[in-house]
């Protein structure tokens, strides 16, 4: 399975000792980790790379809440593992509220910074799984908002969100909404999504769009499906 791959993952500090402290818990974990001191090349990192979990030095300034902000509305990383580490209860409601999965208080020690990271660790590999793409050609007729009816093809779905393919001009979050049939099956999925991204390489459109409502009892069976096909 992809997410037997290792995690990948981003320190913003620019405090030596969480430097010190995390450089030896996160050996400990099947996570490559880049160190960012600054927030211009950590807002870069979080906003163009696939990140499996941000570990963030929550210091209580604008620079901090624009990371997470930033983080939360990407396209990649929207639903990605936040660990914030905060000197106090006000700067935990501040991380809590911008988007921080897991708090801990500093200062830590080694057993309390590998409790921090083993508590998150499961999150990270879930996250990862329901991002996994799984190959697919499926055709499917979209109702697209402002547009109407739009004839393709689904090249890829995950349990987030799926890459369609069509010959119209499909704008950015424009909304979209589709009944799609599984292969194999006679399971039908109902997705309203929005488009995230679009890539015109000639004729055709490629958009990408994340899903922002699947009935729970679907998305389940959908899960289950991309399971199956991936396993």
């Keep these: 399975m992809a997410e037997a791959r290792r995690l990948k993952g981003l320190l913003f500090t620019s405090d030596a000792r969480v430097l010190s402290l995390m450089d030896q818990v996160l050996d400990?974990?099947?996570?490559?980790?880049?160190?960012?001191?600054?927030?211009?090349t950590t807002l870069d990192a979080v906003t163009t790379t696939k990140l499996d979990t941000l570990i963030i030095d929550w210091t209580g300034s604008e620079e901090s809440a624009r990371v997470l902000s930033a983080m939360r509305n990407s396209e990649h990383?929207?639903?990605?593992?936040?660990?914030?580490?905060?000197?106090?209860?006000?700067?935990?409601?501040?991380?809590?509220?911008?988007?921080?999965?897991?708090?801990?208080?500093?200062?830590?020690?080694?057993?309390?910074?590998?409790?921090?990271?083993r508590a998150a660790y499961g999150n990270m590999l879930l996250q990862?799984?329901?991002?996994?793409?799984?190959?697919?050609?499926?055709?499917?007729?979209?109702?697209?908002?402002?547009?109407?009816?739009?004839?393709?093809?689904?090249?890829?779905?995950?349990v987030q969100g799926l890459a369609f393919l069509c010959t119209y001009n499909i704008r950015l979050d424009q909304q979209i909404s589709m009944a799609i049939n599984l292969p194999g099956t006679s399971v039908l999925i109902h997705v309203t999504g929005r488009v995230r991204n679009t890539i015109t390489p000639d004729t055709r459109t490629r958009v990408g769009v994340c899903f922002s409502s699947v009935p729970q009892n679907e998305l389940s069976l959908l899960e289950r499906w991309i399971s199956d096909h991936l396993s």
């Design 28 to 40: 400990n974990f099947e996570i490559d980790t880049e160190v960012c001191r600054d927030s211009v």
């Design 77 to 117: 990383n929207a639903k990605s593992t936040v660990l914030a580490m905060v000197n106090g209860d006000p700067e935990m409601q501040a991380a809590t509220s911008a988007g921080a999965n897991f708090i801990a208080y500093k200062p830590m020690n080694v057993d309390q910074a590998t409790r921090f990271l």
């Design 128 to 158: 990862r799984r329901r991002a996994i793409r799984c190959p697919v050609d499926i055709p499917v007729v979209a109702n697209v908002t402002g547009t109407g009816p739009v004839e393709g093809r689904i090249t890829d779905i995950s």
